[in-house]
């Protein structure tokens, strides 16, 4: 028997219309390929809008979570996998992806990008240009780029005395 490809979907909890609008449409895309869809599986985001995207076309959905119960899962979810792991699902999430589509998120897409990438894993980025994913870290104050040693030392200094 042939197994059936998991595609996972990641990305953030929180994202604009048109975002949730591309995540649903993919959801029943895959759906229609006869796909299982794989997610963070919370009712929230992108997670909530490519499952029910996939639920509603027929689909096979799976969210893997990060609590230890069921408590916040997307109605869309027909397996929870409850992992207690927080965001180390994260590598559960990509390990059994045998594609990942990465869709605008923040640090925890970011990961399981990286994550997929160091496995080997093909990624596709969904309307989520890179060269611009970190830059709300930087407006926040939590990254910086320096371009010589001396800089850095000079940065993680006033860092500490904050």
């Known amino acids: ?81 409850i992992t207690g792991m927080g965001n180390a699902r994260n590598c559960i999430n990509t390990l059994t992806s045998d594609v990942v589509v990465a869709c605008p998120g923040g640090a925890g897409t970011l990961s399981e990008i990286a994550l997929a990438l160091k496995n080997n894993k093909p990624v596709i980025l969904l309307n989520f240009p890179l060269n611009t994913a970190f830059e709300r870290y930087r407006q926040q104050g939590l990254l910086f780029f320096s371009p010589t040693p001396e800089d850095c030392i000079e940065k993680i200094k006033a860092i500490l005395s904050q």
């Open 1 to 81: 028997m042939k197994r059936v490809p998991i595609i996972g979907v990641m990305g953030g909890g929180s994202v604009c219309a048109e975002d949730a609008d591309n995540a649903y449409r993919l959801g029943r895309l895959i759906a229609k390929e006869g796909w299982i869809l794989l997610n963070g599986g919370r009712k929230a985001g992108i997670m909530d809008a490519s499952a029910k995207g996939a639920k509603d076309h027929g689909g096979l959905t799976i969210g893997i979570l990060p609590d230890d119960t069921c408590h916040g899962a997307s109605d869309y979810i027909d397996i929870p996998i």
